[in-house]
């Protein structure tokens, strides 16, 4: 691993500006993963014990991320850190490395390996994330691509928990119907009972199907900022599509869904994306509103901005629970006996999100809620208006 050694015979990180003059060499001859781990929390808690504490506390992290990391690294790998900076960033240059394929398990793995001794010595929370550089610019900065590790990292680490609560949800349903077979090929149960049994195993394998529809919904979609860009659509004809998917769930419920206006425009977002954040909150609207009542959807243009607007006159949602519904898993008290799974919000704010809009609830004047999802308009649409 490479580092200096200062005066006094300590090993030091290297510093950015050196490892950025390093990445371009080692870049021009081979890919090279960065790895990068930050302490958000670093310079607060630093400094607020005063400056001697604040450099112990540099110390003592910098000598356990030049341990770590000189455990976990081979020679000619690189690790960095500015004095003062919450940044630690190691390169995985060493030349060994470039005849074996870059893989994702190492990366992660020497991450939480150094990870795991900044938190032993600081106990603060810890963002990490790494990405490969095909290649490095001599003229760019690192910056950018520290931001792109941490933002990639995020983004792995929502997967991860998501999949992991939805693995976790996926076992109480599967145990439920398991032990409700169990119990009927024992054999000891009268017919009324059993039929009764069969119901609810059957609710709950539909239970199941909807996780997993869920789960899928959620792993189609690229998380990675910019990839719904790029793309867009008619509001109008994904509203029109919505309607035909919802139809049905709506007919069961008599509740009659209509558009309020006849405005459209044109945002910049991916279709199929446009169409799930329409499905998911007019379909949440028909489950959630007033039985034979009605839901009613319209657009808005606001400046570079288009919003969609879903009305329905349901209970609402109060002002308490108007943050937390948008959090994955979580179901709000209205949702009663309703059939669903908590996902459905979680995608809409993600994909209204990424593509640099925002989503919000209000009450709405059907005596409801108003779910507003506002998409930046298309650039040329944008432009000639
Ligand atoms: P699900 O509908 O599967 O529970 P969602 O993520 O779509 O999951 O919604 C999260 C929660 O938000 C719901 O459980 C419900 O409590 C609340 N909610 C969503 N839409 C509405 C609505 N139009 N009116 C009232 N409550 C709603």
């Known amino acids: 691993m490479a580092s200096d050694t200062n005066s006094r015979g300590r090993k030091r990180a290297l510093s950015f500006a050196s490892l950025r003059a ?123 691509e520290i931001e792109r590790a941490l933002e990639r990292g995020a983004r792995e680490r929502e997967r991860y928990e998501f999949f992991s609560t939805v693995g976790h949800e996926l076992r109480t349903p599967l145990a439920s119907i398991r032990g409700y077979l169990e119990t009927l090929l024992e054999g000891d149960v009268d017919r009324d009972t059993a039929a009764r049994f069969l119901r609810t195993a059957r609710r709950e394998a539909l239970r199941m199907g909807r996780l997993v529809d869920g789960m899928f919904e959620f792993s189609l979609l690229d998380l990675s900022a910019g990839a719904l860009l790029g793309r867009h659509c008619r509001l109008g004809e994904q509203i029109d599509a919505a309607f035909d998917v919802v139809g049905p769930g709506a007919a069961a419920r008599s509740v009659a869904v209509r558009r309020a206006n006849r405005d459209d425009a044109t945002v910049a977002l991916d279709p199929d994306a446009c169409l799930q954040i329409l499905v998911n909150l007019i379909d949440n609207a028909a489950k959630y509103g007033r039985e034979g009542g009605i839901v009613a959807v319209s657009v808005e243009v606001r400046g570079d901005d ?5 009305d329905d006159d349901g209970p609402g949602i109060a002002a308490c629970n108007r943050d937390s519904i948008f959090g994955l898993r979580v179901r709000g008290p209205q949702s009663g006996s309703r059939p669903g799974t908590g996902i459905g919000l979680a995608i809409v704010k993600m994909i209204v999100e990424r593509s640099g809009g925002q989503i919000r609830v209000l009450d709405s004047p059907l005596g409801g809620a108003r779910f507003e999802a506002l998409l930046p308009r298309a650039d040329s649409e944008a432009q000639a208006s």
């Open 22 to 144: 390093l990445l371009v060499r080692a870049a021009a001859q081979n890919p090279v993963p960065l790895l990068v781990l930050r302490l958000p929390d670093f310079e607060r808690t630093a400094w607020r014990s005063g400056k001697p504490a604040a450099r112990r506390l540099e110390r003592k992290t910098t000598s356990a991320f030049l341990t770590a990391a000189a455990n976990a690294l081979r020679g000619g790998d690189l690790a960095a850190h500015d004095p003062g900076s919450d940044v630690f960033a190691i390169a995985m240059a060493a030349p060994a490395r470039a005849f074996g394929r870059i893989s994702p398990v190492d990366c992660r793995s020497v991450l939480e390996r150094v990870a795991a001794a900044l938190h032993a010595v600081t106990e603060l929370r810890i963002e990490t994330g790494w990405i490969v550089l095909q290649r490095f610019d001599p003229a760019a900065s690192l910056e950018p």
């Open 306 to 310: 288009a919003v969609i607007v879903v």
